[in-house]
């Protein structure tokens, strides 16, 4: 069973204390990090520091980056099984 450790957060202005386990420990505090630093993002580019909004931006803005990156992993995949297709029937041409 894996230990859990504390890990205690600043979200925007909002503290969090969450319990994780060590692996996910350092991937925690950089998604943490990176939260922190697209809230000062959109405080400077919408001149607004209302946390509903801002955290709003934050959450719109990071769940494209997964649609998008589940898109184009997608779409890489898709390119990856096309091309071995067509190397296999290369592959197959040239059998003896």
Same mark, same amino acid.
């Given at each position: 069973m894996s230990t859990k450790l504390p890990c205690n @957060?600043?979200?925007?202005i909002q503290n969090v204390a969450l319990k994780v386990s060590e692996e996910e420990e350092s991937c925690v505090r950089k998604a943490a990090n990176l939260v922190n630093r697209l809230v000062? *993002? *959109?405080?400077?580019?919408?001149?607004?520091?209302?946390p509903s909004k801002i955290m709003a931006l934050v959450a719109l803005d990071l769940a494209m980056c997964g649609l998008k990156f589940e898109t184009e992993t997608r779409s890489l995949s898709n390119n990856v099984h &096309?091309?071995?297709?067509?190397?296999? &029937? @290369?592959v197959d041409e040239f059998q003896l």
């Open positions: @957060l600043l979200l925007g000062k *993002y *959109y405080e400077k580019e919408t001149n607004s520091s209302d &096309a091309e071995n297709e067509q190397l296999l &029937a @290369l």
